[in-house]
């Protein structure tokens, strides 16, 4: 199997940079200009009925007014049916149009949510020595870390990250987790697990609004106790260029699910829609959701996995804590048996998420590429 024991150049960790003060950041970090935050997607031809001028408007209007919905959790599971199905209507649409949407009433503490994110705070506001006991590698990625792929010569982004196993039990190890600030592990431990609750009640609705069994996705997933998830926690230290680079280049999300807790005052998360990057408003308290590939795969592309980007800021710092909620990694993934049929025949082939994620550790970030090339293959299959 491919794996890669080292980072292909000297690991620079970009808090560091930031706080060295320079003006402007070093060229491995300078995206080409078609991927800059202010492009939009110029390779994207326009409608012929379109001239420029409704182009360039819509363009405007859109990043004013869009924000991806905004989803009531207790209204998903209200005992009054018609107030409940209104719900999973909403959702059903905020997954076709967006593949994002935010979540209140999600039954996680506000004061959980916002001692996690501070907590993480600090622990990234700890001299560099502290942090550098818990460096990464890119055979698991378990720890600090500074990039995502192995390419030597990549442009990088401009974020740092913690990254940690949390399900299934047998692949937490705490001792992995930073030691500082003290109730650090406490809180992770707490915050994971009501988290991961919060994820088996949106895959319930998830499955029925598929029109499969209501534990469909979940016992896909290997069931309660057996589905895995990962914390990746980033930092976006402040830019002095931040129209030259991005913080966390264009990708879907490989797993199942991802379970955001943004920043609460700084934005930064860009989804597409349709030629569009549109800046996430934030929602107090909100929770951000998102569908990965592997929901993608298994509705056979009902849902399918939206592309998101992260922009920094020369002003903030930006946290962000990322849970993905992904099936148990050696388990098989196919479309359902049930969104199959002869007009819409399978999509992709079964694979295990051991073997898919490995194109995205070795790769980093690519758009959409990896999910779409499963499509050719199996069409070419088929
Ligand atoms: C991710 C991600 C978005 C953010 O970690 O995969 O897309 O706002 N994060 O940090
Ligand atoms: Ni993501």
């Not at 590698?137 to 442009?155: D, F, H, I």
Request: with cysteine; charged share 20%; net charge neutral.
């Amino acid at each position: 199997m491919l794996s890669c024991q080292a980072w292909p150049e000297p690991v620079v960790r970009v808090q560091a940079l930031a706080e060295s003060g320079l003006s402007s950041i070093p060229s491995r970090y300078i995206k080409p200009l078609s991927q800059r935050p202010s492009n939009t997607f110029s390779s994207t031809p326009h409608q012929p009925s379109q001239t420029h001028h409704e182009h360039l408007h819509d363009h405007i209007s859109a990043h004013q007014h869009a924000n991806i919905p905004v989803i009531d959790l207790e209204q998903l599971f209200s005992k009054n049916e018609s107030v409940r199905k209104e719900g999973l209507k909403k959702m059903a649409e905020a997954c076709s149009e967006w593949g994002f949407f935010h979540v209140v009433n999600h039954g996680v503490s506000h004061e959980l949510m916002k001692s996690a994110r501070e907590l993480w705070r600090e622990f990234f506001n700890q001299p560099l020595e502290v942090k550098e006991e818990y460096a990464n590698s890119p055979t698991t990625y378990e720890g600090y870390g500074s990039r995502l792929g192995v390419q030597k010569g990549a442009t990088l982004d401009w974020s740092d990250y913690f990254f940690l196993h949390y399900m299934p039990p047998s692949v937490r190890n705490q001792a992995k987790w930073p030691a500082f600030p003290t109730s650090l592990r406490k809180v992770i431990a707490e915050y994971g697990e009501g988290v991961v609750k919060l994820g088996g009640r949106i895959l319930h609705t998830i499955s029925v609004n598929l029109g499969l069994k209501e534990d469909f996705l979940l016992n896909a997933f290997g069931g309660e106790s057996e589905v895995g998830a990962c914390l990746r926690v980033n930092f976006y230290p402040k830019c002095p260029q931040p129209d030259l680079t991005l913080g966390l280049s264009p990708h879907s999300d490989p797993g199942g699910m991802t379970i955001l807790l943004p920043d609460d005052f700084v934005s930064g998360l860009q989804v597409r829609k349709g030629d569009e990057w549109i800046t996430v408003k934030p929602v107090p308290n909100a929770f951000i959701i998102n569908i990965g590939d592997q929901i993608q795969v298994l509705s056979n592309a009902t849902y399918k996995s939206v592309e998101h980007r992260v922009i920094v800021n020369s002003n903030q710092d930006r946290v962000s804590l990322a849970m993905f909620y992904n099936p148990r990694s050696d388990l098989l993934i196919q479309p359902a048996k049930e969104l199959v049929t002869k007009e819409r025949p399978a999509l992709y082939s079964p694979m295990t998420y051991d073997e898919y994620r490995l194109f995205i550790r070795l790769n980093g970030t690519c758009g959409k590429a990896q999910v779409e090339s499963l499509t050719s293959k199996s069409s070419l299959q088929g």
